[in-house]
Nanobody, 120 residues
């Protein structure tokens, strides 16, 4: 089965930093052409945060996080990471990682999410 597991969430003060990670099975990670991070705050719809291609050579970010968040892949550990700096209270959400077998298609696999709370 496909398994994506997020970790690293927690409580941080505004202006602080946090790194969330997503671990996948070796098979799932090696076959992934694109991985992304999404987030969902209570009462709101899920929104795109960042994505990275299979080689790590191309990344894209939502305007709201550009300059503050950095997405990366660690192929040796079968993980994708999201480094979050200069956190704001509006970043509070459940963060999900997802995997796609294509460069532009839908994300087929999703993790269960990890909670990030930023206090003011």
């Amino acid at each position: 089965q496909v398994q994506l597991v997020e970790s690293g969430g927690g409580l941080v003060q505004a202006g602080g930093s946090l790194r969330v990670s997503c671990a996948a099975s070796a098979r799932t990670f090696s076959s992934s052409r694109r991985m992304g991070w999404f987030r969902q705050a209570p009462g709101l719809e899920r929104e795109f945060v960042a994505a990275i291609d299979w080689s790590g050579g191309m990344t894209v970010y939502a305007d709201s996080v550009k300059g503050r968040f950095t997405i990366s892949r660690d192929n040796a550990k079968n993980t994708v990471n999201l480094q979050m700096d200069s956190l704001k209270p509006e970043d509070t959400a459940t963060y999900y990682c997802a995997s796609s077998s294509t460069h532009i298609g839908q994300y087929e696999y999703w993790g269960q999410g990890t909670q990030v709370t930023v206090s003011s």
